[in-house]
């Protein structure tokens, strides 16, 4: 679907703009499947983020670092092809953009191209500035990411709090200035202090779309499993869980189970 959609409030990234500009809050959920983000665009989700946690939430891995450019391509087309409505972004993977601007800009060009997402996003501040530039300079929408960046999990060492001291702080602050004025459609902030958010939102005129980073982002994302109650070992602070579907879907297999083993299924209406 994506850029064939016939829907006239199909969301954009100047769309995007537009809503923080009007102060509707955006609301953004990760999705890797066909079916999964059919549901999600139907109920009206403003984005969905093709996420390399899909490394975690699909493949299984404990960080998203193995995740590779093929897999993301495979995932992302498939929501794409679901969606009428959000805005499709699709991340690019560890090692899809690091080496150089020419393998970034030829690995973001391809994604495009082959999953029909309406943008990208990438990880990391003034260090990847010429990259960013260079990818939004060939037409393709580029939205950051700062605070934790999961793809650098093993410099941090851990999942804690980004920017909690002053210079990572104002570190954080000059990036996403800096990114803003080369053009970014949006800025992903996880997990910095609310105040830090709070500042950056204000000053910047693109949206800044929060996880674990407080109320007054623009917009706030979650990972769709973790949000609806299908991960619950894994329970930060900032996650709500919305629905219950893990004890939904337990409960609807082991009624199958019980269905198939007492020959109660298939009945005499469920055959030919």
Do not use: W
Request: aromatic letters at 6%; hydrophobic letters at 40%.
């Amino acid at each position: 679907m994506g850029y064939l959609s016939t829907d006239k409030q199909k969301v954009t990234t100047k769309v995007f703009r537009e809503m923080k500009q009007l102060g509707q809050k955006i609301a953004m959920l990760t999705a890797y499947d066909f079916t999964t983000a059919g549901i999600l665009d139907r109920a009206g989700i403003d984005a969905i983020l093709v996420g390399d946690s899909s490394s975690n939430v699909m493949a299984g891995n404990a960080t998203t670092l193995p995740i590779t450019v093929d897999e993301m391509i495979v995932y992302a087309r498939g929501v794409v092809r679901a969606c009428n409505h959000c805005l499709v972004v699709c991340d690019m993977p560890f090692g899809s953009y690091q080496v150089s601007r020419e393998d970034a800009l030829r690995n973001a060009v391809r994604i495009m191209k082959e999953t029909g997402a309406d943008a990208i996003k990438m990880e990391g501040g003034s260090e990847i500035l010429p990259t960013v530039q260079a990818i939004i300079q060939a037409g393709i929408p580029v939205m950051a990411h700062l605070g934790l960046t999961p793809q650098s999990i093993h410099q941090f060492g851990g999942y804690g709090l980004r920017a909690k001291e002053t210079q990572e702080a104002e570190k954080l602050f000059k990036d996403a200035c800096l990114l803003d004025e080369a053009g970014c459609f949006g800025i992903t902030l996880e997990k910095v202090p609310a105040a830090l958010a709070q500042r950056v939102t204000a000053a910047v005129s693109c949206p800044t779309i929060g996880i674990g980073a407080g109320c007054d982002t623009d917009g706030q994302v979650l990972v769709y499993a973790d949000a609806l109650g299908m991960t619950h070992g894994f329970k930060p602070k900032f996650l709500r869980h919305f629905a219950d579907v893990e004890g939904c879907m337990t409960q609807g297999v082991q009624d199958y189970i019980q269905a198939v083993k007492n020959v109660s299924f298939p009945n005499d209406n469920e055959r030919y």
